[in-house]
């Protein structure tokens, strides 16, 4: 079973043995699931987006870790240990930009570290790998409630916020980061209509976070990526809430391309910047964002569409994240806590367990 299997819209669910991710390169259209039963399908599917979203990958990577260990210890169970690391560099491998990737495998290295090499180790990794799986959702919960406790205290601005990118059920184990935020405050009635950037190349908004809303009945607004400084001046939109990718020490915060340009539009226009992101997101051992390996990909996702060629054959830049200062975050929103304008003194306290909110 799947934790928490009432959530209405999820990406990953774990029946008898078999990972099953929702191929999110067929959404809105198409529900089609894919069984992986080996690691090498999970690599597949985060390499090729099938499953997308820093904290469902670093999810989908534990389970893959545990598939992994059947098959070795399968065939050796004295020598498994060393044979599975291979297996867990490949899943580290696949994207390289998320740390919650690393941070699922760290985790998984760890409960491999205590086995002893002739005892099967699948059931306890499959179960270890859940419960990182539930973990991540009830931490969604917690933020949720802490992000709409934010937009409460200021109810004098604008009852509309902004989203980029898909940060919801199918980027987590399920409720969401930024949208476990606008999903709370849509309950709590704190919000009235959300704005949707379509997010090219991949339309993760347009595809991803408008079907999610529209499942859930949230008034929802789609528009081009470079429509968003004049819905920001249009209409009253007070809060541009994101999710992220990794978090620098400093503060500084990768996350889907084109949320740099959003936080600056935010500032120009009044606007908040509330990024939410669970702690293993959070990358301490890393300072700035100029640190962060920005993953490139193919030329085709610009200059294709569904198939399509649509661009002139030319040099294309295809970075799939970009860096947010932590300058222009009003609001880090984590399960532990929230801090406003975050640095490196209110990160290292966040993350020592004392509480900021």
């Not at 169970?77 to 390289?96: G, I």
């Not at 661009?311 to 806590?337: I, M, Q, R, S, W």
């Amino acid at each position: 079973m799947t934790p928490d299997s009432t959530m209405k819209v999820k990406a990953i669910e774990w029946q008898a043995g078999t990972l099953l991710l929702l191929d999110q390169r067929l959404l809105p259209h198409q529900e089609v699931w894919v069984k992986c039963n080996r690691v090498e399908e999970v690599v597949a599917g985060i390499r090729d987006m099938v499953v997308r979203g820093a904290p469902a990958i670093g999810i989908a990577a534990a389970y893959g870790v545990a598939l992994a260990a059947r098959t070795r210890f399968a065939a050796d169970p004295d020598n498994w240990k060393a044979d599975v690391e291979v297996d867990l560099q490949l899943l580290e491998a696949s994207r390289p930009t998320a740390v919650n990737l690393s941070w699922a495998i760290k985790q998984m290295r760890r409960q491999i570290q205590g086995f002893q090499q002739g005892r099967d180790p699948f059931r306890l990794l499959a179960e270890f790998a859940a419960r990182i799986h539930q973990a991540d959702i009830e931490a969604n919960k917690v933020m949720g409630q802490l992000g709409a406790k934010i937009l409460a205290e200021h109810q004098e601005q604008g009852r509309e916020v902004m989203t980029h990118c898909n940060a919801g059920a199918l980027a987590t184990g399920g409720y969401g980061t930024a949208l476990g935020v606008i999903r709370a405050a849509w309950e709590q009635k704190l919000i009235d209509r959300v704005h949707v950037n379509e997010t090219r190349p991949w339309w993760q908004g347009s595809r991803l976070t408008a079907w999610e809303l529209q499942q859930e009945g949230i008034p929802a607004t789609l528009h081009v990526d470079s429509a968003a400084a004049h819905q920001m001046k249009t209409s009253p939109i007070s809060w541009v809430i994101v999710g992220a990718d990794r978090i620098t020490a400093e503060g500084d915060v990768a996350n889907k391309i084109g949320t740099y340009q959003l936080a600056i539009q935010a500032l120009h226009h009044g606007a908040g910047l509330m990024v939410v992101a669970p702690t293993s997101t959070l990358d301490m051992d890393l300072d700035y964002g100029e640190d962060i390996q920005i993953e490139e990909r193919a030329a085709d996702e610009v200059l294709y569409a569904a198939g399509q060629r649509i661009g002139a054959d030319v040099e294309v830049a295809n970075p799939v994240f970009d860096v947010t200062p932590a300058d222009l975050v009003d609001y880090l929103v984590t399960e532990k806590g929230v801090i406003h304008r975050p640095d490196k003194a209110k990160l290292q306290k966040l993350m020592s367990h004392k509480s900021m909110h």
